[in-house]
């Protein structure tokens, strides 16, 4: 074997060996990007830890009959294809329901710059429909965000839709001689899936971080 032929070997090898080097490197970056891009998923105690308590099996829910803030019908087909985070409150709360509000804007915020945010929706369900008209539920909902959906309706109508997402509620005569009253509620916020079920629900008290995460996490366990 000639001098030139052993060099033109030598330099072969050491060609495929830079190309094989080379193609590992990418190989293990790609899937370590794969994996850094992929949303956590966290393990049920996790989840509870977090705040947030998902069902094994999502509960079906019935049919809705209410109106929605433009007087437009609000049913069980607003929820397809949507992933929906409800909360019950009226307007005329004075704290938990402003704050709460709040909180779930900053929530939509954090998911603006995601994929999530075609198709979540954030729902504010009127436990006040005495009083709260769509006129009214109006500015109050899109004050927090434009975004945001409220909706109101017969009052045995929202009892069965609250009773069915677990959502207790009671009105309180705080004035007997004006009947002046509130409304005490619970502070939960439902999450509806886009087939419709009741797929769990985070308890207070409730924050942004954890939110996002655990919601993020429940939309990349179901893929």
Same mark, same amino acid.
């Given at each position: 074997?000639?001098?030139?032929?052993?060099?033109?070997?030598? !330099?072969?090898?050491?060609?495929?060996?830079?190309?094989?080097?080379?193609?590992? =490197?990418?190989?293990?970056?790609?899937?370590? *990007?794969?994996?850094?891009?992929?949303?956590?998923?966290?393990? +049920?105690?996790? %989840?509870?830890?977090?705040? $947030? *308590?998902?069902?094994?099996?999502?509960?079906?829910?019935?049919?809705?009959?209410?109106?929605?803030?433009? !007087?437009?019908?609000?049913?069980?087909?607003?929820?397809?294809?949507?992933?929906?985070?409800? #909360?019950?409150?009226?307007?005329?709360? +004075?704290?938990?329901? +402003?704050?709460?509000?709040?909180?779930?804007?900053?929530?939509?915020?954090?998911?603006?710059?995601?994929?999530?945010?075609?198709?979540?929706? #954030?729902?504010?369900?009127?436990?006040?429909?005495?009083?709260?008209? +769509?006129?009214?539920?109006?500015?109050?909902?899109?004050?927090?965000?434009?975004?945001? *959906?409220?909706?109101?309706?017969? #009052?045995?109508?929202?009892?069965?839709?609250?009773?069915?997402?677990? =959502?207790?509620?009671?009105?309180?005569?705080?004035?007997?001689?004006?009947?002046?009253?509130?409304?005490?509620?619970?502070?939960?916020?439902?999450?509806?899936?886009? !087939?419709?079920?009741?797929?769990?629900?985070?308890?207070?008290?409730?924050?942004?971080?954890? %939110?996002?995460?655990?919601?993020?996490?429940?939309? $990349?366990?179901?893929?």
């Amino acid at each position: 074997m000639s001098e030139n032929s052993t060099h033109s070997d030598r !330099q072969n090898g050491i060609r495929n060996t830079v190309v094989g080097i080379v193609i590992f =490197i990418t190989v293990v970056l790609a899937l370590f *990007i794969n994996r850094v891009s992929q949303e956590r998923i966290l393990s +049920p105690k996790e %989840m509870v830890a977090n705040g $947030a *308590i998902m069902f094994s099996m999502p509960r079906e829910i019935s049919d809705l009959s209410l109106i929605d803030q433009n !007087q437009l019908p609000f049913t069980k087909s607003r929820f397809a294809d949507k992933w929906t985070l409800v #909360f019950f409150g009226f307007t005329h709360c +004075p704290d938990i329901c +402003p704050t709460t509000l709040a909180l779930l804007n900053q929530v939509s915020v954090a998911l603006a710059e995601t994929d999530y945010a075609v198709d979540t929706q #954030f729902l504010l369900v009127s436990l006040d429909p005495l009083r709260d008209t +769509p006129e009214k539920m109006k500015p109050y909902v899109e004050y927090f965000n434009t975004d945001f *959906i409220g909706v109101t309706g017969e #009052f045995l109508s929202i009892h069965r839709f609250a009773r069915q997402l677990n =959502i207790a509620f009671q009105k309180v005569v705080t004035d007997s001689e004006t009947g002046d009253y509130t409304i005490d509620h619970g502070g939960n916020v439902a999450l509806i899936n886009p !087939q419709g079920h009741y797929h769990g629900f985070y308890k207070p008290p409730l924050d942004v971080n954890r %939110m996002v995460l655990t919601y993020k996490s429940v939309r $990349a366990d179901n893929r």
